[in-house]
C-alpha cells in the first residue's frame, strides 16, 4: 500500500494515529509503504509519524527512501524537505535513478505539483518533476 501523506488528521500527532489511522489501516502494516504528508509535521519534526511507522518510513528519520517491488524501482519521497537540486534528497533520488537497474519505476510523494484544489500548485517539486521526467519515470502518484 502507498500512503501518500496526511494519513492522521487533523495533526499527525500518537493520539490520531492510534484513534484514526491503526483502527481502519492497522491491519495492512505488513504491506505500508508510507510518505509524510504536511499534516503529520504539524507535530514538531513528524516525530509521531516516524514512531508509528518505524523502520516502514524509511532509514534515518528522512522520510525518503527506495525499494524494489518485482521489476519496479519505487521511490517514496518527502516533499516536507527540501526537493531543490542541491539539497540530500534531489542527491539521493538522482544517484538512485543512475545506479538502479530498472524496467519500470514509480515515485510516490505528498504534495502535487499541479491543482486545481483551495491550495494551489506547488512549485518546490518542480525540479524532482524535471529530473523524474529526464529519466523517464513510468508513474508519479501525488497526495
Given at each position: 500500500?502507498?500512503?501518500?501523506?496526511?494519513?492522521?488528521?487533523?495533526h499527525?500527532?500518537?493520539?490520531?494515529?492510534?484513534r484514526?489511522?491503526?483502527?481502519t489501516?492497522?491491519?495492512?502494516?505488513s504491506?505500508w509503504?508510507?510518505?509524510?504528508?504536511n499534516?503529520?509535521?504539524?507535530?514538531?519534526?513528524a516525530?509521531a509519524?516516524?514512531?508509528?511507522?518505524g523502520?516502514?518510513?524509511?532509514?534515518?528519520?528522512?522520510?525518503?527512501?527506495?525499494?524494489?517491488?518485482?521489476?519496479?524501482?519505487?521511490?517514496?519521497?518527502?516533499?516536507?524537505?527540501?526537493?531543490?537540486?542541491?539539497?540530500?534528497?534531489?542527491?539521493?533520488i538522482?544517484?538512485?535513478l543512475a545506479?538502479?537497474?530498472r524496467?519500470?519505476t514509480?515515485?510516490?510523494?505528498?504534495?502535487?505539483?499541479?491543482?486545481?484544489g483551495?491550495?494551489?500548485?506547488?512549485?518546490f517539486?518542480?525540479?524532482?518533476?524535471r529530473?523524474?521526467?529526464?529519466?523517464?519515470v513510468?508513474?508519479?502518484?501525488?497526495?
Amino acid at each position: 500500500m502507498f500512503l501518500a501523506g496526511d494519513l492522521a488528521y487533523p495533526h499527525g500527532s500518537e493520539d490520531n494515529f492510534s484513534r484514526c489511522f491503526e483502527p481502519t489501516w492497522g491491519r495492512f502494516r505488513s504491506r505500508w509503504r508510507p510518505s509524510p504528508g504536511n499534516h503529520e509535521y504539524e507535530t514538531p519534526g513528524a516525530e509521531a509519524y516516524f514512531r508509528y511507522f518505524g523502520e516502514a518510513a524509511g532509514p534515518g528519520r528522512l522520510g525518503y527512501y527506495s525499494f524494489r517491488a518485482g521489476n519496479w524501482l519505487v521511490l517514496m519521497l518527502n516533499s516536507n524537505v527540501s526537493m531543490a537540486r542541491s539539497s540530500p534528497q534531489y542527491l539521493f533520488i538522482d544517484e538512485t535513478l543512475a545506479n538502479e537497474h530498472r524496467p519500470c519505476t514509480l515515485a510516490v510523494w505528498h504534495h502535487p505539483l499541479f491543482s486545481s484544489g483551495p491550495n494551489g500548485e506547488n512549485p518546490f517539486v518542480r525540479e524532482v518533476w524535471r529530473e523524474l521526467y529526464q529519466e523517464r519515470v513510468d508513474v508519479i502518484v501525488n497526495g
